[in-house]
């Protein structure tokens, strides 16, 4: 696989507006990610049962590098320009492949969530974007265990199984491409 370019990233994202463009540069981090730190066996406090400290933490540090200059710290977004992920239907949904879909291909066009309509640029971050099948559980597991939110925790198996599934896939996910997933 040919490695992927700042000049490469910078021409998968022309036509977008120069904001967007400006956040997926500034998200895309290139710290140390979920996979490069050692497994712990402690189960975190606020973590759902099977993550462990280290993967909350892991998470936690990567939504702070990728997520946050858009959803914020507190998960509440950014009123009608990016969606919450605090008590978000897609982030929670009861089917992990809702959040995965997004992480990994991103998310465009309209999209309700919480009631309030948001119709943005969300960079893909699995593809293009290095970031493992552990990197993404790690960070939608902080995510689907932050600010309330109670939903199970993410495998890096789980990540892996989507990434088969939608072996193919080409752009970005889209609220049509991910309601009938959510009714599972």
């Known amino acids: ?31 140390k990610s979920a996979s490069d730190t050692p497994a712990a066996g402690a189960p975190a406090g606020g973590a759902p049962a099977g993550a462990s400290a280290t993967t909350a933490a892991a998470g936690e540090k990567m ?18 320009v990016y969606p919450p992920l605090a008590g978000s239907e897609y982030a929670t949904s009861a089917n992990a492949g809702v959040p995965i879909r997004i992480a990994i291909y991103g998310l465009q066009g309209p999209i309700e969530v919480k009631g309030a309509q948001f119709n ?3 960079p893909a971050y699995g593809l293009g974007i290095v970031m493992s099948d552990a990197d993404v559980a790690a960070v939608l597991t902080y995510i689907r265990s932050s600010w ?37």
């Open 63 to 80: 939504y702070q590098q990728r997520c946050m200059s858009c959803h914020q710290a507190d998960g509440n977004g950014t009123p009608g």
């Open 1 to 31: 696989m040919m490695p992927v370019t700042s000049t490469h990233r910078l021409r998968n994202f022309l036509g977008l507006s120069f904001a967007a463009l400006l956040v997926a540069t500034v998200s895309c981090g290139g710290e």
């Open 148 to 184: 309330g939110n109670k939903a199970s925790a993410v495998t890096a198996n789980d990540v892996h199984e989507v990434r088969e599934e939608t072996e193919g896939h080409t752009g970005a996910m889209s609220a049509e491409l991910l309601k009938p997933l959510m009714r599972n």
């Open 120 to 122: 943005s640029l969300m």
